[in-house]
């Protein structure tokens, strides 16, 4: 007990200190931040009222977004399920889960936004530099998910099927499948759900979406426009989080 008071002491002494080193060494001045209201006001009344004349422009953009999140999901998924079951301790062997695990490890601790920019100098500027930068970076997260979800199943069903001598496929098929599918939808709607709200900023790196448009509009001082383009935006992540919700429901 006294080993874990000092413990939490010594976490909350540190985050502590985190905090203060922060302030301490960053360059902040309320200030600065209080002298930089007019500005702001300034800003905020050149996007009012929204420029409605952009609304071509703004299907356009949803439509390539929604394309790069549904194929980008697709690849993930693809490249998902064979490394989800090799990272998986149930299905293989440690040395091999553990080289998956690390690969995954690896694979999500580089940003979306810089595997974006070096697909598009690899591939050149569009949405196909965006979808395999959200199928790679997504299947770092959904790979770890389908692993967890295949580790997470009950063990009695595995046994039965491993005492009659069945292969690693067909305890996949027939005992740890159907208890692991609901929980296979539920994370890959969400990670749908995320690859979406990624892919509206993909457009700043020229890797297509309706990020683009915000980036153009912003630069060229047409605030208006970026206002209608930003609505468009917080309107289609609420419609698609409110389907992601309902399907959530569903499959638990």
């Known amino acids: 007990m006294a080993f874990r008071g000092f413990g939490g002491f010594a976490t909350s002494g540190l985050i502590a200190a985190a905090i ?4 301490a060494t960053t360059d902040v001045e309320l200030s600065r931040l209080m002298s930089a209201g007019p500005r702001i006001a300034d800003f905020l009344g050149r996007m009012f009222p929204p420029d ?3 609304m071509a422009e703004i299907k356009k953009g949803s439509a390539e977004t929604l394309r790069i999140a549904i194929l980008g999901t697709l690849g993930a998924v693809i490249l998902s399920v064979p490394l989800g079951i090799l990272a998986s301790e149930t299905m293989v062997s440690p040395a091999v889960f553990r080289s998956i695990r690390t ?4 694979i999500r601790a580089i940003p979306l936004i810089l595997v974006a920019m070096l697909m598009v100098g690899a591939v050149g500027l569009g949405p196909l530099p965006g979808i395999i930068a959200v199928a790679f970076h997504a299947t770092g997260m959904l790979a770890k998910f389908y692993a967890e979800a295949i580790d997470g199943v009950s063990r009695a069903p595995i046994a039965a099927l491993e005492s009659a001598g069945a292969g690693p496929l067909v305890r996949l098929r027939h005992a740890i499948w159907p208890q692991m599918a609901p929980v ?3 994370d890959t709607i ?3 759900e995320l690859n979406l709200r990624e892919s509206l900023i993909l457009g700043i790196v020229g890797a297509g979406g309706i990020g683009f448009y915000i980036q153009t509009y912003v630069r060229s001082f047409q ?7 930003t609505i468009a935006v917080v309107v ?3 419609a698609i989080e409110a389907i992601n919700v309902a399907l959530r429901r569903r499959f638990t």
Do not use: E, G, Q
């Open 20 to 23: 203060l080193w922060s302030f």
């Open 52 to 54: 409605p004349t952009v």
């Open 184 to 186: 296979i939808a539920r």
């Open 223 to 229: 605030y208006d426009k970026a206002a209608s383009v």
């Open 103 to 106: 690969l995954l490890a690896f």
């Open 190 to 192: 969400f990670r749908f």
């Open 236 to 238: 289609m992540v609420m």
